[in-house]
């Protein structure tokens, strides 16, 4: 067993480690989280017939008497029209414009709306203090109210918005304010410990940590006057993947743990580390029920946040507030990453994404006014009326529609694994087939070293490639590693459609008091590239419970569920399925210690011996969402069903 000294930095250790990320992810582009990127975007095509005045901020005074600053698009027409809200930490002046999502505030006005947007608490013009969540409920409730009054509105108030602006939706609409009438968020999450913050138990590490540093810290900070620190932070994002490595988490230097000013709220999500009453407050997937509005959510399948916004359509079609609320549920995936929707100059994705062509770009422009004019406006656009998932098939760049999630016609289709898990490279080749193993077959292995962890090569992150990892990537480098396990199907006889959610239910062992096991879906092609699809984690104390950890026993099997994010691909005949086993997935997630002691307050780390089973008494397996038929889609995304 070896440790790293109590309590020091190991920044220069995970050198080599964050280079070979740097390597993985060259060519890739990005920017950083809120950076405006350069270009034609947005077209002026499709403006509406309303000239527009802008009234920047307009005060709106919260409960407590805090005054929030919003800017106001106005359209020059006598009739009273509705409002269309945006709430933001990310700037009102900004609105979410680039790179290359939301047409302007006063392209969305000409459609004659009044246009709203707001700085949230504590960012840009507003006042008050910032914490992140937590007083987007009451807040979001009274704005509603008041932009519902404002001269000109008929009352009727819609929310658009993506990322942290999606969750000031959700929040506003669990308050069930009266004149709130749908939303339409994207991207965003149904519980802001699981999903957000932290996956399977374990802390999503490459997106929180260049997330909170470069926005909104230093966005909080310019507002309450600290432009030291704000100058501070922006130059340590610059070297963000040093601070990646830096140890012990709940002493992070560039968020200044001994100033509680500056990100308490960071660290408060590190000290809870479990799914408490501290998440509890805020979640959405625990208050459907109160949410009576329709809303037309929109994801990517490489996106930080699909999995809770897959769940927040399920949810909503369950357990809605109302009927008009359960039947007006619609739910758009495809093929994107957090920020740039697909479009090939927005300088987020990473180069395969662009393989989707144009078929691939959002439509979020074309159907979000739409929505609005259906449900805002009485207009009949045929948009909802029953529960609709619209969803691109990556591999055949089409799009398909269903009337529930999972799809109805999913066929789940059980592949054990089996033979000696490994790759070409170390003499090994593991399998996966549909006949169950009779047959004892001995296990397979490898160390975990948290010192030199797997790299991540793509994935659900954020927020854009460039200080994050995400999108697909060949996994061809990872793959070379003997900490690496894959196990690969037969060549499909033919075209098999994969689209849902996967799980990894697998036997291991470990001989450490707590680990990480992580599991990916590749489509492995011909010619041997590959593309990862999505992938999941569990930490093992957390094999049962999010909100109860408990340890292992060291040497002991256990049965762990590993849910691999959904995806939707067109695996071609002559292609092959793989599935990857490890135990990390550096910088995405931060790698498990293997000590069992509480997260994030010292660097110690040890080696683990980790034992992955395969027999009859162990039957590890992927079990796959495949879609029967001949339904070949479309390349043009249905507006109207």
Same mark, same amino acid.
């Given at each position: ?378 207009? +009949? ?19 398909? +529609? ?240």
């Amino acid at each position: 067993m070896t440790r790293n000294r109590r309590g020091r930095p190991r920044i220069a250790r995970m050198g080599a480690l964050l280079s070979a990320v740097a390597l993985i992810a060259a060519g890739c582009g990005g920017s950083s989280p809120g950076e405006r990127v350069s270009g034609s975007w947005p077209p002026d095509a499709g403006r509406g017939p309303c000239a527009v005045d802008k009234q920047p901020n307009i005060p709106a005074a919260m409960r407590d008497g805090v005054v929030l600053k919003s800017d106001v698009y106005a359209p020059r027409t006598s009739d009273q029209v509705p409002v269309i809200l945006m709430r933001t930490q990310y700037g009102k002046a900004a609105a979410q414009i680039q790179p290359y999502r939301y047409q302007t505030p006063e392209w969305f006005a000409s459609q004659c709306y009044l246009v709203v947007v707001q700085d949230i608490r504590g960012q840009g013009e507003s006042a008050g203090t910032f914490t992140e969540f937590g007083n987007d409920m009451t807040d979001g409730y009274d704005t509603v109210e008041w932009a519902a009054r404002l001269a000109g509105s008929n009352g009727k108030v819609g929310m658009y918005g993506s990322s942290y602006v999606g969750a000031t939706q959700w929040l506003a609409a669990v308050g069930a304010p009266p004149h709130l009438t749908t939303i339409v968020p994207a991207n965003t999450s149904s519980d802001y410990y699981d999903g957000w913050n932290y996956e399977g138990g374990a802390f999503r590490l490459g997106f929180v940590e260049p997330w909170a540093m470069g926005t909104i810290a230093s966005t909080a900070a310019v507002n309450r006057g600290d432009t030291g620190t704000a100058k501070q932070l922006q130059s340590d994002l610059t070297n963000y993947s040093r601070w990646l490595g830096f140890r012990p988490y709940q002493q992070f230097p560039p968020l200044h743990p001994e100033n509680p000013a500056v990100a308490s709220w960071y660290f408060d999500w590190l000290r809870h580390s479990t799914r408490d009453d501290y998440w509890k407050q805020v979640s959405i997937r625990d208050r459907y029920a109160q949410v009576q509005v329709p809303v037309l959510d929109i994801e990517g399948w490489y996106d930080a946040f699909l999995a809770g916004g897959v769940e927040n359509f399920t949810g909503m079609v369950a357990n809605g507030g109302t009927t008009a609320a359960r039947e007006n549920q619609r739910l758009v995936i495809g093929p994107w990453d957090h920020i740039g929707w697909g479009r090939p100059d927005s300088g987020t994705g990473t180069p395969l994404m662009a393989t989707a062509g144009a078929a691939g770009d959002s439509p979020i422009n074309e159907l979000m006014p739409a929505w609005f004019d259906h449900f805002l406006k009485g207009k +009949s656009d045929n948009v909802s009326g029953h529960p609709i998932v619209d969803y691109f098939l990556m591999g055949a760049n089409r799009w398909k +529609s269903a009337t529930a999630w999972p799809l109805p016609d999913t066929r789940w289709t059980t592949y054990y694994l089996s033979g000696a898990g490994g790759n070409g490279m170390h003499g090994r080749a593991g399998h996966l087939g549909t006949d169950k193993p009779t047959d004892p077959q001995p296990p397979d292995g490898y160390d975990y070293d948290p010192a030199n962890p797997v790299p991540s090569a793509g994935g659900h992150s954020c927020c854009g490639a460039g200080t994050g990892p995400q999108g697909p990537v060949d996994q061809f480098v990872v793959e070379q590693r003997s900490d690496v396990l894959t196990y690969t199907t037969d060549p499909m006889a033919g075209d098999t459609e994969i689209t849902g959610p996967i799980r990894l239910r697998l036997w291991a062992a470990s001989t450490a008091p707590d680990t990480d096991f992580t599991a990916k879906l590749v489509a492995l092609a011909p010619d041997g590239s590959s593309v990862n699809l999505n992938n999941g984690i569990i930490r093992a104390a957390f094999r049962d419970s999010l909100e109860q950890p408990s340890p292992i026993e060291p040497g002991r099997s256990y049965q762990y569920n590993i849910d691999i994010w959904p995806t939707s691909y067109l695996v071609k005949a002559g292609y092959r399925i793989r599935v990857e086993v490890s135990s990390s997935d550096f910088p995405q997630f931060a790698p498990n210690p293997n000590t069992g002691e509480p997260f994030g307050l010292t660097a110690d780390s040890q080696i683990a011996t980790q034992t992955i089973y395969h027999d009859a008494e162990h039957p590890s397996a992927l079990i796959l969402p495949v879609i029967p038929g001949t339904d070949t889609g479309s390349t043009r995304f249905p507006v109207g069903h």
